[in-house]
């Protein structure tokens, strides 16, 4: 079983905790992250991108020239597609970019992140944080004594820690969400990964 410090807000040990192996002690499997991180990059895009085909351009109702007898190129359209101001061919319309992932990839995905992250060091745990009332200023001292000052951070915090979410929102290459919210992107799209005791409880509770 994979056991880890947990500290407090000025970065003194206070205990080691024992992690769930089957979620912080696999082997990550590479493929599914990427899978699963593709998917969410996917779902987030907007797909509203969209070109005019040539029945959709104004005019061009009339015919340019005659049909025969000019020695030019017969011509039904200015508005055809290889006409300077014509309708384009094959051009992108709006459309969704999401594809389905199963759910117990996106778990194993999300297992795969924090065991890779424990392995490598870059895993944290704290206790969780009791601010008395949002203050940017203590957020910060927090993540300067924990080493994470300016390196890019996800804190993951609970639910209910409603002080601990305004704390750390404003800081500059921190991203702070509730534990209920966490997934594979931004598990993985950071150098420091700082997890309180019930955010550990939770994805424990919810991944294992």
Not at 16 to 40: K, M, W, Y
Not at 131 to 141: G, I, L, Q, S
Request: glycine share 8%; aromatic share 6%.
């Amino acid at each position: 079983m994979a056991s880890i410090e947990v500290k407090d807000a000025a970065g003194k040990k206070v205990e080691d905790r024992d992690l769930n192996a089957s979620v912080f002690g696999i082997e990550p499997n590479i493929h599914v992250v990427h899978t699963v991180v593709r998917s969410q990059r996917a779902s987030w895009r907007a797909g509203t991108h969209d070109t005019k085909t040539r029945g959709r351009v104004s005019g061009g109702g009339k015919k340019p020239w005659r049909q025969k007898g000019t020695g030019r190129a017969r011509q039904g359209s200015i508005r055809a597609p290889h006409w300077t101001g014509g309708g384009v061919v094959f051009g992108p319309h709006p459309r969704s970019y999401a594809f389905r992932v199963n759910r117990k990839e996106v778990k194993l995905a999300m297992r795969s992140v924090l065991s890779g992250k424990l392995a490598d060091n870059e895993l944290i745990v704290v206790e969780d944080f009791a601010f008395e009332k949002p203050r940017t200023k203590d957020a910060v001292a927090v993540l300067k004594a924990l080493g994470c000052e300016d390196v890019r951070t996800t804190v993951v915090i609970a639910d209910d820690d409603i002080n601990g979410f305004l704390s750390f929102r404003n800081i500059q290459k921190v991203n702070v969400l509730p534990a209920s919210e966490s997934n594979t992107y931004e598990l993985i799209d950071n150098k420091k990964l700082i997890l309180t005791k019930s955010a550990v409880n939770y994805l424990e509770e919810v991944l294992a």
